[in-house]
């Protein structure tokens, strides 16, 4: 499968910025959604699964790429919503709609409830509900979905120098530190504030070649700003590139950042992975409507 690369127009010390356009895989299962589902997917058909049970917040990729994925592979769907006062907003909120309209069940948690997503109790009586499934967790990241993941990076990328991630759970960039070539260092940016990630990156990554960059987080998961939305609607505009507001831009807006504060070295080589997400923008522009800031602007 060729994706896609696009080199951006930097012309600072040399340096040159390419973005693996990953969010073009599928156009409802992209990016590391894709990659994270792709062995799973192949593990439950093996075991005989007739039903894929995920958890996920309220706008969550992973919650609609498995809803999509499972309805095309045959399999029922069932998801655990953090937020019980979601219950009712199914039709408000374009990700459930989304994976509603997919054949996903959901089961709607209070937050405490929800934070038992790893407790075996909780996944005991999930089964009792609901029978026999395949659990697949929180964003997905597992050995399988690491796997995936490995083949986001090959040995045609060799010239890259850096190549740069945004970070959720940990999966994809675990994946991309185990592919990656000796010479090459692996950035990740998260979504989330705090440097916690790094325990749960080591579960996976058998390399010591990857980092985070924990300053980009523009106030933590799901956090955006007026800088930020004009940031994604000025570099679509320039480069034909929509990013999305949770992952993918602030990744971008780092990088650039770096380059303008001379992190890289001159004649740095840089691959960015954009990693999908663009299925949330919808729900981000309901929320920034309500807060009366500007909408980022889906086609250009």
């Given amino acids: 499968m060729k994706i896609p690369t696009h080199y951006l127009p930097i012309t600072k010390n040399g340096i040159s910025v390419a973005i693996r356009r990953e969010d073009l895989i599928h156009p409802f299962v992209s990016g590391n959604k894709f990659r994270k589902l792709k062995y799973n997917l192949l593990k439950a058909k093996e075991e005989g699964h007739a039903a894929l049970l995920t958890f996920g917040g309220a706008f969550s990729n992973h919650i609609a790429a498995v809803a999509f994925a499972g309805k095309e592979n045959g399999f029922k769907t069932i998801g655990i919503i953090r937020g019980d006062e979601l219950r009712d907003k199914i039709a408000e909120n374009p990700t459930l709609k989304f994976a509603q309209q997919n054949g996903m069940e959901f089961e709607f948690v209070s ?22 499934f395949y659990l697949i967790p929180e964003g997905g990241t597992n050995a399988l979905a690491v796997k995936g993941c490995e083949e986001i990076v090959t040995e045609e990328d060799s010239q890259f120098d850096y190549i740069c991630c945004a970070v959720g759970t940990g999966g994809t ?92 070295p001159a004649n740095s080589k840089i691959l960015i992975i954009h990693t999908g997400g663009l299925q949330g923008i919808e729900g981000m522009n309901k929320v920034l409507e309500k807060k009366q800031l500007p909408k980022i602007k889906i086609n250009v």
């Fill in 173 to 264: 960039i675990s994946g991309i530190s185990n592919s990656a070539l000796p010479h090459q260092k692996v950035l990740g940016f998260p979504a989330l504030k705090g440097d916690f990630l790094k325990e749960e990156i080591r579960k996976f990554a058998t390399n010591e070649n990857w980092e985070l960059v924990t300053e980009y987080h523009f106030g933590g998961y799901g956090k955006v700003n007026a800088e930020l939305i004009d940031f994604i609607n000025n570099f679509n505009q320039n480069n034909n590139i929509p990013l999305d507001p949770v992952y993918t831009s602030k990744l971008t807006f780092g990088i650039l950042d770096k380059i303008e504060k001379d992190y890289f």
């Fill in 111 to 132: 937050r405490t409830q929800y934070s038992d997503k790893e407790n075996p109790e909780f996944i005991e009586k999930l089964r009792h509900k609901f029978g026999d």
